[in-house]
């Protein structure tokens, strides 16, 4: 009677998204294993839930990846209160020089708000992978620096691209847009 009550509870407790099968283009499916500035491991399919604001760049840029993370905080920033449950990931495309630390660091530095926003790193396969589906293009230069795509790109809660903007340094009113009736749908 104890293990029919606890399964009755944990059925109450889990969300009806979490019951349903994942839809066949989601991210999720991949198993990408990632660890968050903090040391934390986990999975894509472990955001499984929240509407994402994901892009990977690497901490040591120069010039563009700086303008990624002001076009994410400019981006939160216009979405408004609604971005509140919106959770926002990068992922490093240097998992050789980013480690934890690095990116502890590169999250002091930039002043982001780590209830909100998650930076990690991979194994060098699971970062071409998730490059893939995300259809990001890299590549690292002799010098060590990487030639790549800047993009940011919105996930719905079962992980599937819902929106996507090639536009850094500013805000994109159509990307806004798509973000806010995402994030209108997800309250339904």
């Not at 480690?99 to 991979?122: K, M, S």
Request: with cysteine; glycine share 4%; charged share 25%.
């Amino acid at each position: 009677m104890r293990k029919l009550l606890y399964f009755v509870a944990l059925l109450l407790a889990t969300p009806a998204w979490a019951a349903t099968a994942l839809p066949a283009d989601s991210l999720y499916h991949a198993d990408i294993r990632l660890t968050d500035q903090n040391g934390q491991t986990f999975t894509l399919a472990d955001r499984r839930g929240q509407v994402q604001l994901v892009s990977m760049l690497y901490t040591s840029c120069p010039m563009v990846c700086p303008m990624i993370v002001d076009t994410l905080k400019m981006t939160r920033r216009a979405v408004g209160e609604q971005a509140a449950p919106m959770q926002t990931l990068v992922v490093s495309f240097d998992p050789a020089r980013d480690d934890v630390a690095t990116l502890r660091a590169f999250a002091a530095r930039r002043h982001l708000n780590l209830q909100h926003w998650t930076l990690a790193r991979a194994e060098p396969a699971d970062v071409r992978t998730l490059a893939a589906l995300l259809k990001l293009k890299y590549r690292q230069l002799p010098d060590g620096e990487f030639n790549h795509s800047s993009e940011l790109i919105a996930l719905d809660r079962d992980g599937r691209i819902a929106a996507r903007t090639s536009i850094i340094g500013r805000v994109d009113p159509e990307f806004i847009a798509s973000l806010q009736e995402l994030l209108d749908r997800t309250r339904d």
